[in-house]
Every structure is written in C-alpha cells, then in structure tokens.
Nanobody
C-alpha cells in the first residue's frame, strides 16, 4: 500500500520560513507530485506541483515565495516556504500520482496532512 509521509509543519511568525517534506513509500514509480492546502472553512486548493521531469507550477498567491523540488532517488518532494503570511495558515497535504507496482495503473494518493500556522 502506497503511503505518503509528511513532515515539517509547525508554527512560525509572519515573514518566517518552513520546509515541508513528503516521502512516497512502497511505490514502484512516481509521476507528478505536489502540495495542496486547506484552511478552516475553505476548500482544498492546489499550491504547487512538480513533474518527474522537474517542470513546476504554482498558484499565483505563492509565486516568488514558495519553491517546490523533488529527489527522484528518494521519491521525496519538498516545499520551501519563505516570507510566510497569516493567510498561508492551513493544513498542507502532499499529493502524488504513483504506481504501486509494475503493471498496475497510476493512482493519485494523498498524505495525512501537516499543520502550518503563521502568526501575525
């Protein structure tokens, strides 16, 4: 069973930085990976994605502040978050399109979520 293990959330003051990590375990192959977030009372929104070829995409509100990267050898994706704002406060979820074993189709998986709180 594929598992996405997240780490790195926490409490930080506005203007500070945090780095999230997410390792995909028990996978045969990983395609696109990314991060989404969900604030209280709001819908989950995609924050950033990165393909296996390192092509990236960001939502407008985080461009220039967040950087997504990955280590394909470790099946791990990172989200470096700088210049954090109170409106970045949310539960951040790791996402991966992965193949659990050979000859099995790619499926989308989600992590359990990690809380990021930015105080003003």
């Amino acid at each position: 069973q594929v598992q996405l293990v997240e780490s790195g959330g926490g409490l930080v003051q506005a203007g500070g930085s945090l780095r999230l990590s997410c390792a995909a375990e028990r996978v045969f192959k990983v395609n696109t990976m990314g991060w989404a977030r969900q604030a209280p009372g709001k819908q989950r929104e995609l924050v950033a994605t990165i393909t296996s070829g390192d092509s990236t995409n960001y939502r407008d509100s985080v461009k220039g502040r967040f950087t997504i990267s990955r280590d394909n050898a470790k099946n791990t994706v990172y989200l470096q978050m700088n210049s954090l704002k109170p409106e970045d406060t949310a539960v951040y979820y790791c996402n991966a399109v992965a193949q659990p074993s050979a000859f099995v189709r790619f499926t989308e998986y989600w992590g359990q979520g990690t809380q990021v709180t930015v105080s003003s």
